[in-house]
């Protein structure tokens, strides 16, 4: 089993930056993948950054240039840094780890393990 705890969000303005963090524990050494989706109110959830094992990044279309994704293997701890803040990024923000090398940020199933997510609110 493998346990994610994911903090750092709140609200800010438009423009602004956060940083999110997802403390990764238990059977960490079965996963390979990791991700950050979100999910916006009466919307379905969405894959935002993603990283495989070979330490490639995926980004979702809208957040290319403004969010980076990292991973810290010595402290079990996944990061999304995101700048330049809109609106549209508010939502509710998930990590997520596979068993797969190779997961799909499109595809929520390849992942096998979620944390209970963090708000972010972005007002204009």
Same mark, same amino acid.
């Given at each position: 089993?493998?346990?994610?705890?994911?903090?750092?969000?709140?609200?800010?303005?438009?423009?602004?930056?956060?940083?999110?963090?997802?403390?990764?524990?238990?059977?960490?050494?079965?996963?390979?993948?990791?991700?950050?989706?979100?999910?916006?109110?009466?919307?379905?959830?969405?894959?935002?950054?993603?990283?495989?094992? @070979?330490? &490639? +990044?995926?980004? !979702?279309?809208?957040?290319? =240039?403004?969010? /980076?994704?990292?991973?810290?293997?010595?402290?079990?701890?996944?990061?999304?840094?995101?700048?330049?803040?809109?609106?549209?990024?508010?939502?509710?923000?998930?990590?997520?780890?596979?068993?797969?090398?190779?997961? @799909?940020? &499109? +595809?929520?199933? !390849?992942?096998?393990?979620? =944390?209970?997510? /963090?708000?972010?609110?972005?007002?204009?």
């Amino acid at each position: 089993q493998v346990y994610l705890v994911e903090s750092g969000g709140g609200s800010v303005q438009a423009g602004g930056s956060l940083t999110l963090s997802c403390a990764a524990s238990g059977d960490i050494a079965r996963t390979d993948s990791m991700a950050w989706f979100r999910q916006a109110p009466g919307k379905e959830r969405e894959g935002v950054a993603g990283l495989d094992s @070979d330490g &490639r +990044a995926t980004y !979702e279309e809208s957040v290319k =240039g403004r969010f /980076t994704i990292s991973r810290d293997n010595a402290k079990n701890t996944l990061y999304l840094q995101m700048n330049d803040l809109r609106t549209s990024d508010t939502g509710m923000y998930y990590c997520a780890a596979s068993l797969s090398y190779y997961a @799909d940020l &499109r +595809a929520r199933n !390849e992942y096998n393990y979620w =944390g209970q997510g /963090t708000q972010v609110t972005v007002s204009s």
